[in-house]
């Protein structure tokens, strides 16, 4: 003996304490229905719809997902405007303008990126340079002490210890110029990075060698402790 197993027609039933909801597949409440937003014995709501334009929306998916809670999936038809384009196509169009503002925004980022790379890169550069200057810088002062020290005994002549201090006053040059490079590449680093530059500081000027028949003369003019 066979039963016939009646079947009514699909809806949503959620349910959180006292609170019900009974709608239709696509979330809305339907009337005349015996559907709705019930607290206890009392139905709150017997009506509910959402449209677009006047136009009822297309469902795609819905149902409940967990006791309390419902998902539900709609798609909106074609609407045309006063001007006779479709919002379809609006959207479309403001898809692609978005797409392109997006593309822009990644190239600025990456750009910016490189540009921060590139200058670090200088800046740490410069660094490693103005580090072996000062190296040199500190022996080229060892060389001066020494050739003056050897002159003052009478073991070697004034023409070493010009070149000594010609040598010295050059490092002093390259390295001034190390500094004001690397102070430009720091400057350029604050930018990248999206902040200003002010100019707090001001580089130490250059102390410029002396023609050697002049600091003969001033080495020969100044006064030297008595010898031992």
């Known amino acids: 003996m066979s039963f016939k197993v009646q079947v009514g027609p699909h809806q949503v039933s959620i349910h959180q304490g006292q609170t019900v909801l009974v709608s239709e597949p696509d979330g809305q409440i339907k009337s005349p229905s015996d559907k709705g937003l019930y607290f206890f014995d009392t139905r709150v709501i017997s009506n509910w719809a959402i449209y677009a334009n006047g136009e009822p929306w297309d469902l795609l998916n819905g149902g409940a997902i967990a006791p309390y809670a419902s998902r539900t999936y709609l798609t909106n038809k074609q609407i045309h405007t006063t001007d006779g384009i479709t919002l379809d196509a609006m959207v479309g169009v403001a898809d692609l303008r978005a797409r392109g503002f997006l593309l822009a925004y990644k ?45 003052e ?26 500094q004001e490079a690397a102070s430009h590449h ?3 680093l604050f930018k990248a990075l999206g902040g ?6 001001s580089l130490p000027p250059i102390r410029q060698p002396q023609p050697a028949v002049i600091a003969a003369f001033r080495e020969l003019l100044r006064p030297k402790d008595s010898m031992p």
């Not at 022996?139 to 020290?149: F, I, K, Q, R």
């Not at 200003?196 to 500081?201: A, I, N, T, V």
């Open 107 to 151: 190239q600025t980022i990456i750009r910016a990126v490189e540009q921060v790379d590139t200058t670090m890169a200088h800046y740490a550069a410069q660094q490693d340079r103005l580090g072996s200057l000062d190296n040199a810088l500190a022996a080229s002062l060892g060389a001066v002490t020494l050739a003056s020290e050897r002159y």
């Open 153 to 178: 005994r009478g073991l070697t002549d004034f023409l070493n210890v010009l070149d000594a201090q010609r040598a010295e006053f050059e490092l002093e040059r390259e390295y001034v110029i190390a």
């Open 186 to 188: 720091l400057v350029n």
């Open 196 to 201: 200003g530059w002010e100019d707090h500081q």
